[in-house]
């Protein structure tokens, strides 16, 4: 079973970037999706962004045009780069992946976006 591991989260002011990081315990080549979600206290969790293996890309229209998804195969990672971060994007960040055997989760990584 494949484990996913987040990392990168922490406290920035609105207008930063930060980047997220998740890595597999296992290969994410086979994975036939990688992402995002998150969930704001009181909130559902949401798609933040998904990748898919064939190279296509969704993102959540809050999102577009500030955070991009990237896969490194050799590195078992995903990565989320989040610019001109909001107040509104403060959640806590869970990676994702969906194989031919299941889905994964990892246990989340809080962004919290504060002057």
């Known amino acids: 079973q494949v484990q996913l591991v987040e990392s990168g989260g922490g406290l920035v002011q609105p207008g930063g970037s930060l980047r997220l990081s998740c890595s597999a315990s296992g290969s994410i080549f086979s994975m036939n999706v990688m992402g995002w979600h998150r969930q704001a206290p009181g909130k559902e969790r949401e798609l933040v962004a998904h990748?898919?293996?064939?190279?296509?890309?969704n993102f959540a229209d809050s999102v577009k045009g500030r955070f991009t998804i990237s896969r490194d195969n050799a590195k078992n990672t995903v990565y989320l780069q989040m610019n001109s971060l909001k107040p509104e994007d403060t959640a806590v960040y869970y990676c994702?992946?969906?194989?031919?055997?299941?889905?994964?989760w990892g246990q989340g990584t809080q962004v919290t976006v504060s002057s």
């Open positions: 990748s898919g293996r064939g190279g296509w890309i």
């Open positions: 994702s992946g969906v194989d031919s055997k299941g889905s994964y």
